[in-house]
């Protein structure tokens, strides 16, 4: 079941990140170049699992986008900071598998995501799904139209009035149309009240973890259903003459 697939990718995203005393699962594989990403075969299924921002070149990648959208000539304009680095990583990951694969990744991670499946689409290897928490935009409508068909589950915390702020990002503005590939999936987790990360406490993968072991499959199926509607309008909406 896609729940089961979601409870597993968002367990994998906490543990990539190696906190102190936290760590439980073992990687089949784990490459820590300069796109940080792991490999774990589960119940017949492959996650590559992206880590999130821990670096200051990850920062610095997250933040190398407004004004600045990469050209692909497959995948249209995308995130530049996301793009660093994915070309060699599929390269590497496509030599360890090339089915039932499931992306998943928090923050950073998530962009990379978005990329590495479309790089997929154009090998001709489909997704089982890809699966995103704290979700930043990575691609301009192209990118999305191309990953229409993947199940695809883009997480935002929020209680309604505050939000997780990178899932707003890069903000979206004429010539800079920046889009997430599906509708975002709302959950709440709420941070304690004097969080250090402040305007951004809503991004912790901890609460996404908290947030995503608590989702019910009929919440999750209902998701599923409005969101194959709103992609179907939006990306086969018929021009006019």
């Known amino acids: 079941m896609i729940l089961d697939t979601i409870k597993n990718s968002v367990i994998l995203c906490e543990d990539i990140y190696a906190y102190p005393g936290a760590s439980i699962i073992t990687w089949d594989y784990l490459s820590q170049g300069k796109v940080y990403w792991g490999l774990k075969r589960a119940n017949n299924e492959n996650y590559i699992c992206f880590r999130g921002s821990t670096t200051l070149q990850d920062w610095l990648r997250d933040f190398n986008a407004v004004a600045n ?51 997929a689409i154009l090998d001709n290897i489909n997704p089982i799904a890809k699966i ?36 707003s990002m890069p903000f979206t503005f004429y010539p800079e149309e920046y889009q997430h590939t599906a509708p975002l999936f709302n959950v709440c987790a709420a941070p304690p009240a004097y969080d250090e990360w402040g305007v951004f406490s809503w991004h912790h993968i901890q609460l996404y973890k908290q947030a995503i072991l608590n989702l019910t499959e009929a919440r999750m199926n209902a998701h599923s259903n409005i969101t194959i509607k709103m992609k179907d309008a939006y990306y086969n909406a018929s021009k006019p003459e």
Do not use: Y
């Open 132 to 167: 995103g928490f704290g979700s930043p935009k990575a691609g301009f409508k192209q990118l999305g139209q191309m990953l229409k068909n993947i199940p695809d589950f883009c997480f935002r915390n929020t209680n309604g009035i505050l939000w997780d702020l990178i899932t």
């Open 69 to 119: 959208p990469f050209i692909h000539d497959k995948l249209g304009p995308i995130h530049p900071g996301f793009w660093d680095g994915m070309s060699q990583a599929w390269t590497e990951i496509k030599s360890k598998v090339t089915s039932n694969i499931v992306f998943t990744g928090h923050s950073l991670g998530s962009g990379e995501v978005d990329v590495a499946s479309g790089l």
